[in-house]
């Protein structure tokens, strides 16, 4: 199976990341469900449709672990996913062969996965704030810990026209796995714990 990794933060929330090995085909059967049809028409990319199921599958197949139901996904006027039929909060991502997603019983969650490259010297300063450059500095592990606490903190949040760096803030000291993300935005005012991950090349940031 090519469930690589899977993790229980604590009771109620997990995560798990996914290694795209299968065929598109293989991969539409074991995600039999009525939004491939509505959705997946409009993706172009093949990698991007493999993606997409997989990051899916991958919801399924953590919930199946705990025997709990999958009816499948939608989202609403803001491209947030949500669980058909429940409660529980997701959220999903991937980055080339690998899809990760996270299952929150309890609150609204994010997730991003990303590659640790160069390039995040010349892109971490369109969301980062000036502070956040700072102590994050030339480290170019941590720039791409802060940028993807900055798109799960997005994605936790779950609506659009967001100001990265006037509205989601990051607090975490150099080198700290585990720190602090808030949403300062419309009266949405919180203060989310998070955690960064390593992943060989990748980085992966959820909330908790």
């Not at 700072?134 to 940028?147: D, I, M, R, V």
Request: proline content about 3%; glycine content about 8%; overall charge neutral.
């Amino acid at each position: 199976m090519p469930l690589l990794k899977e993790n229980q933060v604590k009771q109620g929330v997990y995560w798990g990341i996914w290694n795209i090995t299968e065929s598109e085909e293989h991969l539409h059967q074991a995600y039999p469900f009525e939004e491939v049809k509505s959705e997946l028409g409009n993706i172009k990319i093949e990698l991007r449709r493999k993606q997409w199921l997989a990051g899916r599958i991958l919801v399924g197949e953590l919930l199946k672990k705990r025997s709990l139901p999958f009816e499948g996904i939608w989202k609403d006027q803001h491209e947030k996913a949500f669980l058909k039929d429940s409660n529980f909060s997701i959220s999903l991502s991937h980055s080339g062969d690998y899809a990760v997603a996270i299952v929150d019983e309890y609150k609204s969650t994010g997730i991003d996965i990303e590659m640790v490259q160069p390039k995040i010297h010349r892109v971490a300063g369109r969301i980062l704030n000036e502070a956040e450059m700072n102590l994050a500095g030339e480290n170019t592990k941590e720039l791409t810990a802060y940028w993807c606490a900055k798109e799960a903190l997005y994605k936790l949040y779950g609506k659009r026209e967001v100001i990265f760096k006037e509205e989601l803030f990051i607090e975490k000291p150099n080198g700290d796995s585990n720190f602090m993300g808030k949403v300062r935005k419309n009266g949405f005012n919180k203060n989310i714990p998070m955690k960064a991950d390593e992943f060989g090349d990748f980085m992966i940031v959820h909330s908790h």
